[in-house]
RNA sequence: GGUCCCAUCGUCUAGCGGCCUAGGACGCUGGCCUCUCACGCCGGAGACACGGGUUCGAUUCCCGUUGGGACCA
């Protein structure tokens, strides 16, 4: 209905381990500026570092943008696939004198650079290369660039406003490798003016790298496209999230039963904001999202916070696809075996009385796991607790009353209850709570004629009776 | 060490010179509801880093200090 407008963005990770959060964060943005301006997103695999990059990881990374929802229009691109376009560009560069040979070792520059500092000078590029005329024998060269020396180079950044680096301060960066592969910063300028990218989403952690980019881009003869660099997403200590923050990868939050929507509305109010409101659903955020809402400060990932829009997902989620995952994970945990599916609409049933007090579908897996088990282990302290001596007359008085009720849902069997309540003069949670013990083994459960109900009449009294049985 | 960025409750943030005795959300907390736990509802504590300017007036603009972060090495 609508025809796409020039705006083209991508998503650039190196596939070196997982899908992180602040991975995941760059992409939705991107994505959401794409979808927002009716753009064009690409995903482009960053592979040139050919040590860490693996195909699993690239497998990783495709699997969490699909279970996201965070579809690209073009893509994946490898920029192994693309060397040899990398190495016509250096090989202009080279010819046009804007770039040259390099012979030094890394242990020679290394050696130099503690020298300067040493002496007090900053540790850059001495630029022994330069004035090289002839290659020296038996050294394969890395490529650097001739960068400029005098005058300034502006990055105007949609987010920062513009930010001036003195191009002095810049040395010779080195774009190729002696292995003859580009290095990060250039492979992504080639790439970027290649693919059209009109606008750069990307970390903070780059800013620095954006001046020696511009450089290149106009060395190149190429327009630089726009920027725009997110602030950094940190952990409960304030530093660069990782691993030792907790989860950080997809994956996990995946096995820890987030869904995916409460993930992307609470990464997306990670550093942008839209006046007061916290709940968005992803059309919501596309309609909303601009650049200019998003923050300059760094933000600090909030578990707690991220738990709350599970839980409030997990309110919203329809009944029938919280039962499928939550299903899959019982057979994942070898609660249930394959081919020995509970029925679908009982267990639906199931499902929407544990909805309430799930803040993730692993809470409700667990929660659901008495209602499947044939034998239930009961709570010790539940146990001293509620199944005490004078409760296991009213228990029996209570199955007995319960095996005529027909048919057994929650408003036959409240009366029961109220009934027995009555009779003994005692309160209903002196009879509620060991029933509860008796059935799920704990304290902690739905209403406890909803749990009734769904465990059912033979489930139910055959446990009622076991707890009292077992009241010494 | 150099360069760059950033700075409102514990956390995410609103605020784009007077509407601010600073609003919302998570978390924390008091109460209500109640068969447990939750949910829900009502209430509470809790922040403009500091110092200078500019201005009739600064959370908001400028400078510095401090603090934090990132990159390069």
Not at 57 to 73: A, P, Q, V
Request: hydrophobic share 40%; aromatic share 8%; glycine share 6%.
């Amino acid at each position: 209905m609508t025809t796409k407008s020039n705006v083209r963005v991508r998503f650039a990770p190196s596939p070196t381990g997982a899908l992180h959060i602040g991975g995941v964060r760059t992409a939705l943005f991107n994505w959401l500026y794409a979808r927002h301006n009716n753009g064009t997103f690409i995903l482009r695999i960053e592979d040139t570092d050919q040590t860490r990059s693996t195909d699993e990881s690239i497998k990783i990374i495709l699997d969490g943008m699909k279970w996201l929802g965070l579809d690209w229009n073009e893509g994946p691109f490898r920029q192994t696939e693309r060397l040899d376009i990398y190495r016509a560009h250096i090989d202009t560069l080279l010819k046009e004198g804007r770039a040259y040979y390099c012979y030094c070792t890394p242990e020679e520059l290394d050696a130099r650079r503690k020298e300067a500092m040493a002496a007090g000078r900053p540790p850059k590029y001495d630029r022994k290369c330069r004035s090289l005329t002839a290659p020296i024998e038996g050294r394969t060269p890395a490529v650097r660039f001739l960068s400029a020396d005098e005058g300034q180079t502006i990055v105007r950044d949609l987010i920062r406003g513009a930010v001036t680096f003195e191009n002095q301060q810049l040395d010779d960066l080195i774009i190729q490798r002696s292995d003859g592969l580009p290095t990060y910063n250039f492979a992504v300028v080639v790439d970027d003016v290649t693919m059209d990218i009109t606008h750069v989403i990307r970390g903070d952690d780059h800013l620095n790298n954006t001046p020696r980019q511009i450089q290149l881009y106009q060395a190149l003869g190429f327009e630089p496209p726009k920027f725009a660099h997110l602030p950094m997403i940190l952990g409960s200590d304030k530093t660069k999230l990782s691993k030792r923050h907790g989860a950080t990868a997809v994956t996990e939050y995946i096995d820890l039963g987030y869904l995916p929507e409460a993930l992307v509305n609470y990464i997306a109010r990670l550093g942008w904001s839209h006046g007061d409101q916290e709940i968005f659903s992803l059309q919501e955020l596309i309609d909303a999202f601009t650049l200019e809402s998003v923050g300059k400060a760094p933000s600090v990932f909030n578990q707690e916070k991220c738990v709350w829009l599970n839980h409030h997902y997990i309110q919203q989620a329809d009944p029938g696809r919280l039962a499928g995952l939550v299903l899959d994970l019982l057979k994942k945990d070898g609660v249930l075996k394959q081919g020995s599916e509970p029925d679908l609409e009982w267990f639906k049933k199931l499902v929407k009385i544990l909805t309430e007090r799930s803040h993730t579908l692993v809470e409700m897996k667990n929660a659901a796991i008495p209602f499947l088990v044939d034998d239930i282990q009961l709570d010790e302290k539940a146990k001293t607790k509620h199944l005490t001596p004078d409760v296991a007359p009213l228990l029996i008085e209570l199955a007995t009353k319960l095996k005529t009720v027909e048919p057994f849902t929650h408003t036959e069997i409240e009366p029961i209850f109220n009934a027995l309540v009555a009779e003994k003069g005692i309160k209903l949670g002196k009879i509620a709570q060991p029933v509860r013990v008796a059935l799920t083994g704990g304290t902690v459960s739905p209403g406890i004629y909803e749990v009734i109900e769904v465990m059912g009449k033979e489930k139910t009294i055959k446990r009622i009776e076991a707890a009292a049985a077992g009241i010494k």
